[in-house]
């Protein structure tokens, strides 16, 4: 999928550049922080965005400001077309069962999104995922894949569109890694070199070490075991990847890196991928929809995850999506998705009486510096008596500077360490060349409205 489509996701595009991040040059009195322009709603990301806030010891707490539309990527979930999975009053009641597994569950997996289903255990979650591939059938309901019934595919036709990662890994403990990956192309009459280099290609794309081939999963650490996994899944590069509970067999630290994997890995396929966890974390992370099941699968909410968090449907949802809502969304909106205002910026060539002016109305005593459009630096009030214009004063650069894809947590973060309160957007910062475009500045106030 590509970056457009996956809105509202930090985690999607590149983090601060370490060397400019807000953790440097602390010691220096100007700190630069984060931010970017607003961007219409589902339009283009924005051109990478550099920020900076000023570390004036002198500088005065700036001026609240009203907080400025705030604009959200988040498309609606389009009513028809587009899915690439349909539920449609999907009902399991397993022979013998005091009740249905799944009562009647409706969901649309639009293409190439993740979609995750999370809930608490017994929930019908692995129920659902077994009656997309037709391990189980349902007891009433329509599912459409890829716009067909189920019903009228073949089995082993259906299943060699969707890979499927199941719950405990489940490798084959017999065969060796290259053999468990080669599974469908084989069942598929693969010839042995396409087999191989197949194979090979996926080993890479999982990020395996290609030693390991030859070795047992017993012979495998989890993480490596959960890579053959999902290398089995995709050998015949299906559309679909049904996940279940990927990562529960491994530790926190191996759990996070693999979370990460998978989203670069999908950046890079642009899958449809449903995964099932009991984990909330893990679903905002991961998830660019997030299904909220309850017992008996009954659908409690179905939204993007900075959604679920801004506006839990009910208790159920709000208990599971646990304490610190707010924290949890400040990692998720970025900077960018933020309305920025115009803050103390002056072109170079105004007299310091007009900057005074400026100044005056923010409540600081320093002022930024723009030349064609370029965010220079910023030159304290004192620094003016006696000059003819602003920028005959000696400008201090903001040395650091964070993208536009930054989340607002990390631009709290900065804002929280400088004096100002004051946040500045530009839409480009060339290490080079520091080549700084002004756009437009954030405070705690905006912050604090870019996640409502
Ligand atoms: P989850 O994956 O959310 O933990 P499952 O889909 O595995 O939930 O199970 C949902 C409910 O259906 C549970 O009550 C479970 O005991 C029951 N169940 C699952 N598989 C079967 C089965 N093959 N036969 C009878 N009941 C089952
Ligand atoms: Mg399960």
Not at 306 to 317: H, Q
Not at 357 to 380: H, I, K, N, Q, S
Request: positive net charge; contains cysteine; glycine residues 10%.
């Amino acid at each position: 999928m590509s970056e457009a489509a996956r809105p509202g996701r930090a985690r999607n595009t590149t983090r601060a550049r370490p060397e400019a991040s807000s953790g440097t040059r602390r010691n220096s009195r100007t700190v630069s922080s984060v931010c970017s322009s607003a961007r219409p709603s589902g339009g283009p990301p924005a051109a990478p965005v550099a920020c900076a806030t000023t570390e004036d010891p002198g500088a005065p707490r700036a001026p609240s400001v009203a907080g400025a539309a705030v604009h959200r990527r988040e498309a609606p979930l389009r009513p028809n077309g587009g899915a690439a999975i349909r539920l449609a009053h999907v009902r399991k009641h397993y022979p013998g069962a005091a009740q249905a597994a799944v009562g009647d569950l409706s969901l649309d997996v639009p293409e190439g999104e993740v979609v995750v289903l999370v809930g608490p255990s017994g929930c019908g979650k692995t129920t659902v995922l077994k009656m997309v591939n037709r391990l189980v059938e349902p007891t009433a309901g329509e599912i459409h894949v890829l716009g067909e019934d189920v019903r009228s595919v073949a089995a082993p036709v259906l299943r060699r569109r969707i890979g499927y990662v199941i719950q405990q890994i489940g490798l084959f403990p017999h065969r060796t890694v290259e053999a468990n990956v080669a599974t469908v192309p084989r069942l598929l009459g693969w010839d042995r070199r396409r087999i191989r280099d197949r194979v090979a290609e996926l080993v890479e794309l999982v990020g395996l070490d290609p030693a390991l081939l030859q070795r047992y999963p017993s012979e495998l650490s989890g993480g490596q075991q959960q890579r053959v996994g999902v290398a089995r899944a995709l050998a015949a590069d299906p559309p679909i990847l049904l996940m279940d509970e990927p990562y529960s067999a491994v530790d926190p630290i191996v759990r996070a890196r693999l979370q990460d994997e998978l989203l670069a890995l999908q950046r890079r396929l642009h899958k449809t991928i449903v995964l099932v966890t009991h984990d909330v974390d893990e679903a905002i992370k991961l998830g660019d929809r997030v299904a909220i099941l309850n017992v008996g699968g009954v659908l409690a909410q179905y939204a993007p995850p900075a959604e679920l968090l801004r506006a839990p449907a009910d208790d159920f949802v709000a208990a599971f999506l646990g304490s610190e809502r707010g924290l949890k969304l400040l990692s998720l909106v970025t900077g960018g998705q933020v309305a920025s205002i115009d803050g103390p910026v002056v072109d170079g060539d105004v007299t310091p009486g007009e900057a005074a002016a400026v100044m005056r109305r923010f409540g600081v005593d320093w002022v930024g510096v723009r030349a064609g459009g370029r965010l220079v630096g910023w030159v304290a009030d004192r620094d003016l008596d006696g000059r003819r214009r602003v920028a005959d004063a000696p400008a201090q650069p903001f040395n650091a500077a964070l993208r536009p894809d930054t989340t607002l947590r990390e631009a709290l973060d900065v804002l929280i360490n400088s004096r100002t309160r004051l946040v500045l957007a530009n839409e480009r910062l060339d290490l080079v060349d520091d080549d700084h475009r002004y756009l437009g500045m954030l405070t705690v106030d905006q912050i604090a409205e870019g996640l409502r």
